[in-house]
């Protein structure tokens, strides 16, 4: 071998060992069906070409954001992510997202390359083109206006099928139908505008479809996509993702959306652009940048396209037969000439919630389409708070340095000498104390420091109780409306209250009937009760949300058997939080029961024998025998059970999700979705997580004072 082949494969060999001991490259994507398939399939072909190993997760899509935000600026989450280019400005703005150097603008469609742009810089390199169209069923003439469509549906109905479905609640559907109204998201001043005849026209058209039965109640894109399979839909409105999760033996064809025949105007999607983005924070900047073009370019984007039905934003993709000659690649080209490129600003990520409040309020039956905008308009000024003025710390800092000060000049006050014996047990507890300062002591530090602050698109300012002058005095919204601290304590308290009574009750009402020694097959009675408890609490919340459903739900079902008609569940608060209670009861009363279980077998029977020679009645003996025995045990459950359910933060947002307009959210749900739904702002959640702690902290020493514990 020569010299220099011996340098080549010596640089080769230096090459894969220092691929094999650097870190895998982290991606992570919102993809599912085919669509992750391709990527993973790129991913291991990239590392059988570089040697570079490559960790793709998927994560859920309306979780990906916060986590991407949450995630880099602290050094963490992925060197590469995919997602849509419309979040590009609030990413840069929180430096998430690393320049693009010298992207090759004239390999990719010009609106895709547009759309990365940012302040003469571009970001990520694109991968795919996305929009909204209409997939048509085999046999089912395809519609060109909302006159022909509203001429065809009927045909289709019957007791168990619709005309068309779609995710109606989404405002990501439903902007196209605003545009061929004639619809503008943005004023001139660049704030969103809610409260306009296009919106309320736009949303009563919607809803005179839902009234007609043309289109079904509470749609999801799981019901979407089982209904079109099981054909009981003529046709649905989604995107390129769609084509992968419907049955290959199901034919349809794929058009642009329709005109609007009151307007003559198209309905107009958004447009997304999705890119592979390297981390602003990757350690491994240069292999990041390989990775995201690599995923952009050649055989990687035949891949997305035979496997995950992407439209390519690659314009050399479009020369090669299997794009081309695709009927459905080609239908979406075309319906992606009418389409508008979703704006990339800040504003376009506050506009969210707000229709999905109106949208969800006028299908519900809540509120009339003429007035939703007005509710849209009030939610958006009360979510988007103005900047907290900046305030001084070194009052805060001064009340700090006292407190600490005066709590070691107390303990100095009373020293005393450890025994050999009170070593020994400090070691014992050594490591329960460590877990208990690092997953406890610390993160509540951290949450109370965060509370003084004001956080904005990655910018911290120190605000002292302004956060929590703004909860308490209920800026921006009325006291008994949701978004008020006090409604959702109101709610919390309420909801903590009816579920442990019906926890105790049917606890200790399923214990007493188990402990009957004459009850044939008690054993198995047991083990069915304690199913629901054993069962992890978000697959039963999901589960009672499927049963929950207006059309579809097995609860519906079984009222229609007994000639009740079927309930909108999540229209009303009284319903809604009423299915919230029945699913947590379903999941709390078997602690109570087994904790009550446990007790009643403790009870000497004697008492039960020599109350009964004294003619003592069963409520009699219940009163006095049974209940102040039980109580020693049930006292401490009981507190148990009201924290768990005080926090209970799955079922509320699984089986409620918060509607109607957020009447059914609870504090620590609240929380949740001012720190990750509501403009990532982190200070107002940590002063709810506060107040959440205080509220709780008076609860425990009212408890310990009915135990006993404490004197009064």
Same mark, same amino acid.
């Given at each position: ?16 060992? *220092?691929?094999?001991?650097?870190a ?19 991913a291991?072909?990239?590392t059988?070409?570089?040697g570079l190993?490559v ?14 935000? *949450? ?31 010298a ?8 609106p ?13 390199y ?9 997939f ?6 395809a ?6 469509? #509203?001429?065809?549906?009927p045909?289709?109905?019957s007791?168990?099928?619709?005309g ?20 503008q ?7 969103a ?5 296009e919106?309320?026209? *736009? ?12 289109l ?13 399979n ?14 992968s999760?419907? @049955? ?14 009151q307007?003559?105007?198209?309905m107009s ?23 995201a ?9 035949l891949?997305?396209?035979?496997l995950g ?14 794009? *081309? ?7 979406f ?17 506050r ?14 039956g ?8 007005a =509710? ?11 900047? =907290?003025?900046?305030?001084d ?5 001064? %009340? ?5 000060s005066?709590?070691? !000049?107390?303990?100095a006050?009373? /020293?005393?000498?450890p ?12 490591p ?6 690092? =997953?406890?002591?610390?993160?509540f530090?951290?949450? =109370?420091?965060?509370?003084l ?41 309420? !909801? ?7 926890h ?14 004459l ?12 199913v ?5 609490n978000?697959?039963t919340?999901?589960?009672?949300k ?7 739900? %097995? ?10 008609e079927p309930v909108?569940?999540?229209?009303? !608060? ?5 299915a919230?209670?029945?699913? &947590?009861? !379903?999941?709390?009363?078997?602690f109570?029961m ?15 024998? %020599?109350?009964?020679?004294?003619g ?11 209940l102040?025995?039980?109580r020693?045990?049930?006292? /401490?459950a009981?507190?148990l ?7 209970m933060? &799955? ?6 999700g918060g #509607?109607?307009?957020?009447?059914? @959210?609870i504090?620590?749900s ?9 403009n ?6 940590a ?6 702690f ?12 009915l135990?006993g514990?404490?004197?009064?």
């Amino acid at each position: 071998m020569s010299r220099g082949a011996r340098r080549v494969a010596a640089s080769l060999l230096l090459l894969f060992a *220092s691929a094999a001991l650097a870190a895998p490259l982290r991606l992570w994507h919102g993809y599912r069906g085919g669509e992750e398939e391709a990527i993973e399939r790129i991913a291991r072909q990239f590392t059988a070409e570089t040697g570079l190993e490559v960790e793709a997760l998927a994560v859920p899509y309306d979780a990906l954001s916060s986590k991407l935000t *949450s995630a880099i600026p602290h050094g963490a989450g992925p060197d590469v992510f995919i997602f849509a280019h419309e979040r590009l400005r609030q990413f840069h703005r929180l430096k998430v997202v690393a320049p693009t150097p010298a992207l090759e603008t004239d390999r990719y469609l010009l609106p895709a390359v547009a759309a990365l742009e940012l302040d003469g810089a571009h970001y990520g390199y694109p991968l795919a083109i996305k929009c909204l169209a209409l997939f048509v069923r085999e046999g089912v003439a395809a519609p060109d206006s909302t006159d022909a469509l #509203e001429r065809v549906l009927p045909a289709h109905l019957s007791p168990d099928t619709f005309g068309i479905a779609w995710e109606a609640g989404d405002f990501y559907f439903h902007a196209p139908i605003l545009a061929g109204f004639g619809g503008q998201l943005f004023g001139a001043d660049g704030r969103a505008r809610f409260d306009t005849p296009e919106m309320a026209r *736009s949303l009563t058209w919607v809803k005179s479809l839902q009234d007609r039965a043309l289109l079904p109640q509470e749609v999801s894109g799981a019901l979407v996509k089982t209904l079109f399979n099981e054909r009981r839909i003529a046709m649905a409105i989604s995107g390129p993702w769609f084509a992968s999760e419907i @049955d290959p033996q199901l034919g349809y064809s794929v058009h642009p959306l329709p005109v609007v025949s009151q307007t003559g105007l198209p309905m107009s999607p958004f447009l997304g652009v999705e890119a592979a983005f390297d981390s602003a924070r990757s350690e491994q900047a240069e292999a990041a940048q390989r990775l995201a073009r690599y995923l952009s370019v050649g055989d990687a984007t035949l891949q997305r396209v035979t496997l995950g039905r992407q439209i390519p934003a690659e314009l050399a993709a479009w020369d090669d037969p299997l794009v *081309s000659g695709d009927p459905l690649i080609s239908a979406f080209r075309a319906a992606a000439e009418r389409a508008t490129p979703t704006p990339n600003t800040l504003e376009m990520a506050r506009v969210w919630e707000p229709m999905k409040l109106a949208l969800k309020a006028v299908l519900q039956g809540g509120v009339a389409p003429e007035d939703a905008g007005a =509710l849209a308009d009030r939610r958006y000024r009360a979510l988007n708070r103005e900047a =907290l003025p900046q305030a001084d710390p070194r009052p805060w800092l001064i %009340a700090l340095a006292v407190g600490v000060s005066w709590l070691l !000049w107390r303990h100095a006050r009373r /020293p005393r000498q450890p025994s050999p014996e009170t070593w020994l047990g400090l070691t014992w507890v050594a490591p329960a104390a460590l877990g208990l300062l690092a =997953l406890v002591l610390i993160p509540f530090v951290i949450g =109370l420091s965060l509370s003084l602050f004001h956080h904005e698109a990655g910018d911290y300012t120190f605000v002292g109780g302004a956060n929590f002058v703004d909860i308490l005095t209920s800026r921006g919204y009325r006291f008994n409306e949701p978004l008020s601290f006090y409604f959702t304590l109101a709610v919390t308290l309420l !909801w903590t209250a009816v579920n442990v009574v019906l926890h105790v009750s049917l606890g200790l009402f399923l214990a007493i009937l188990l402990k009957e020694p004459l009850l044939k097959l008690r054993a198995v009675y047991r083990v069915l009760l304690i199913v629901p408890w054993a069962v992890p609490n978000y697959i039963t919340a999901l589960m009672w949300k499927g049963m929950f459903h207006r059309q579809f739900g %097995a609860i519906n079902a079984l009222l229609g058997l007994l000639g009740v008609e079927p309930v909108s569940w999540f229209t009303h !608060w009284s319903t809604a939080f009423a299915a919230n209670v029945i699913t &947590n009861t !379903w999941l709390g009363f078997p602690f109570m029961m087994v904790v009550s279980l446990g007790a009643l077998q403790s009870i000497p029977a004697d008492l039960y024998e %020599a109350a009964a020679v004294d003619g003592a009645s069963r409520w009699a003996q219940f009163r006095h025998i049974t209940l102040p025995l039980l109580r020693p045990a049930l006292l /401490p459950a009981v507190i148990l059970g009201s924290v768990w359910t005080f926090n209970m933060f &799955n079922i509320i947002y699984l089986v409620s999700g918060g #509607e109607p307009g957020g009447g059914t @959210d609870i504090l620590v749900s609240e929380a949740f979705r001012w720190a990750f739904q509501r403009n990532e702002q982190y200070g107002f959640a940590a002063a709810y997580s506060v107040l959440i702690f205080v509220v709780l902290f008076v609860w425990s020493r009212i408890t310990r004072r009915l135990s006993g514990e404490e004197p009064a």
